[in-house]
């Protein structure tokens, strides 16, 4: 096993992303922990709130909340499902990721390591992080700031012996009776007898040590991912502009498909709520639903729909927070990679489905659609627009359906494109005229029907023609028919 320790010193101030610096958190009259313009003027973690006002009387204070550091917690969890589903949350402040079976498919540990590094700080959290066999190794080494990983555990005693005490989370009682031992680092306390220290600190501490060396068991309960995602996020500074949202929404979704890739799932729907400042509080909230053509958990498709909508969207006040919610996660187990390194998306990386998406954003629902086919004769009437689908895990254009379970029943061919009303054409010498005489390649194929709507108001009617496939002098393959009135040109092929 290997394990990930990100221990979130700052998590106390970090959740507070608002308030002015220089900023404080304090908890019962005392510092907690300062920002850096703060820090550099004296303030430090233990100081009494009269002495760090005394320092800086500017100082921006707010009270240390732990049900937003739980939330915070629970958020960053969810976005670590990127990178395994083997997680345990130990509040406040440390997350414990088993990254063991995560090495191959992120290119190693190393890679790995600084991908979750990276990846918190764009979360917003400035974590320490260790990696190690064990969890208790992983969360000492984490808070000792230790961040070079050991892999190995035979290194356990070495890398564990060098840290000091005073950076660990000993109880202050056991800090005390080790440094009377004439103990400063690790190192000291391992060297001594285990019986005298059970005597001397009880027998939890000396199994606290061996779990962390690996000499005993460690189970951890695991962190349970919520049945439905619900995060809110609150803005370092109030904006009115829509497209300025994209950075912290893109955070929302990065919690939002490592939620769903620990779950191996998808979404085909989400729901961005953008609330509105405390003076625009009695305007109701506005909110932005995106609607996805398939079920997935790509977050570049996410955050590029995201910014395709957010540059029309109006907004009506400043926003001061952001929300995101997915109720109806649907099943979408991982797909396997091309024999040859194609990207799985298609061509470019941009799947048929992400491209409907764009264009339904840019140029609304109503403009782009698929066809279903109906069961009529009449070409004008023998389709109708519906929303379009494409199954989950297609490619290719000629899946792109509404109605997969009718299949085309027309007896001759159809043209890509039928012009939405039949133009007539000139006859010469018994021949249609197109740009010049067409000459006709298959036909003729007579449709005759209609007649049930003939006395409806703007109804197509009865119809009798014989339809023809002709390609004219520039050889354009046409669509054409001959009734009573004449010859039509109806539509155009490919």
């Known amino acids: ?84 589903s083997e997680i345990c949350c130990l509040p406040p402040q440390t997350l414990l990721l088993e990254v063991a079976g995560s090495l191959r498919l992120f290119g190693g540990a190393t890679a790995l390591f600084e991908g979750v590094v990276s990846g918190c700080a764009e979360q917003g959290f400035a974590p320490q992080a260790a990696l190690a066999p064990t969890p208790l190794a992983a969360q000492w080494l984490a808070l000792a700031g230790d961040h070079e990983p050991c892999l190995d555990i035979g290194e356990l005693p070495l890398r564990l012996g060098r840290l ?21 680092l690790l190192a000291d306390v391992l060297a001594l007898p285990r019986a005298g220290l059970a005597r001397r600190l009880g027998a939890g501490f000396v199994a606290d040590l061996a779990r962390a060396l690996g000499d005993l068991p460690d189970p ?14 609150e803005l370092p500074t109030r904006t009115d502009n829509a497209l300025a949202l994209g950075f912290a929404g893109g955070r929302l979704i990065a919690s939002l498909c490592g939620w769903l890739a620990a779950r191996a799932e998808g979404v085909s729907e989400c729901h961005f709520e953008f609330a509105h400042e405390h003076s625009a509080r009695r305007r109701s909230s506005t909110v932005l639903s995106l609607g996805l053509s398939t079920a997935t958990r790509d977050r570049e498709r996410i955050s590029r729909l995201l910014i395709e909508r957010l540059q029309r969207l ?23 990679n091309s024999l040859f390194g194609e990207r799985g998306e298609g061509a470019g990386g941009e799947s048929l489905a992400a491209l409907v998406e764009r264009l339904q954003a840019r140029l609304g629902s109503a403009s782009v659609h698929a066809l279903a086919a109906v069961d009529e004769h009449r070409p004008e009437n023998a389709s109708r627009p519906v929303k ?24 001759g061919p159809r043209p890509l494109w039928l012009l939405a009303r039949p133009l007539a054409l000139r006859e010469m010498a018994g021949r249609p005229q197109c740009g010049g005489s067409l000459r006709l390649l298959a ?21 009798r023609r014989d339809y023809f496939v002709a390609i004219s002098m520039r ?20």
């Open 1 to 84: 096993m290997l394990w990930l320790a990100l221990y979130l010193s700052r998590l106390p101030l970090e959740v507070f992303p608002s308030l002015p610096s220089p900023k404080a958190i304090v908890g019962r009259e005392r510092i907690v922990v300062a920002d850096q313009a703060a820090t550099l003027a004296g303030v430090l973690p233990g100081l009494r709130l009269a002495e760090a006002w005394a320092f800086v009387p500017t100082l921006a204070v707010q009270q240390r909340d732990f049900a937003r550091e739980q939330q915070a917690l629970t958020r960053l969890a969810c976005w670590a499902g990127g990178f395994t």
């Open 164 to 184: 000091p005490l005073a950076a660990l989370d000993f109880s202050p009682q056991n800090q005390a009776r080790l440094g009377s031992f004439g103990a400063r």
């Open 220 to 233: 951890r309960a695991r962190f349970v991912f919520p049945e439905r995602f619900a995060e809110r996020l």
């Open 314 to 336: 109006q907004l009506t006040a400043a926003v001061e927070s952001i929300s995101l919610r997915a109720e109806a996660p649907e099943a979408l187990p991982g797909r396997t």
């Open 388 to 411: 379009p689908a494409l199954p989950a895990g297609e490619k290719t254009a000629a899946k792109l359906s509404a109605a997969p379970d009718l299949s085309e029943k027309a007896s």
């Open 443 to 463: 036909g003729p194929e007579r449709i005759e029907s209609g007649w049930w709507d003939a006395s409806e108001p703007a109804a197509l009617g009865d119809v």
């Open 475 to 494: 050889n354009e393959w046409l669509w054409i028919f001959r009734c009573r009135a004449g010859w039509f040109l109806h539509g155009v092929f490919a």
